[in-house]
């Protein structure tokens, strides 16, 4: 297979991962917000080493709204047009 080939389906292979890690960090959104997560989530993570709170609810809560912003700004056409 030719690199422009190659160059295609990985353009096109990112692209499916990056549309579908979006999509799950929107399900993830709204999930801290109904479970109320800002105020329950720490008291229940059992693990030895995790990011602050106020870090994951960076990530989950404006993060992922900018990036939502840009993919109802028209780049959400781009994308799926090489999906």
């Given at each position: 297979m030719s690199r422009a080939n190659n160059f295609v389906d990985e353009v096109q292979s990112e692209t499916r991962k990056m549309w579908d890690s979006l999509n799950r960090l929107t399900q993830?959104?709204?999930?801290?917000?109904?479970?109320?997560?800002?105020?329950t989530l720490?008291?229940?993570?059992?693990?030895?080493?995790?990011?602050?709170?106020?870090?994951?609810?960076?990530?989950?809560?404006?993060t992922v709204t900018a990036l939502n912003g840009l993919i109802a700004a028209g780049h959400g056409t781009n994308i799926t047009k090489v999906l």
């Open positions: 993830l959104q709204r999930e801290w917000t109904f479970g109320n997560y800002t105020n720490e008291a229940d993570i059992t693990l030895t080493e995790y990011p602050p709170i106020g870090d994951l609810s960076d990530v989950v809560n404006t």
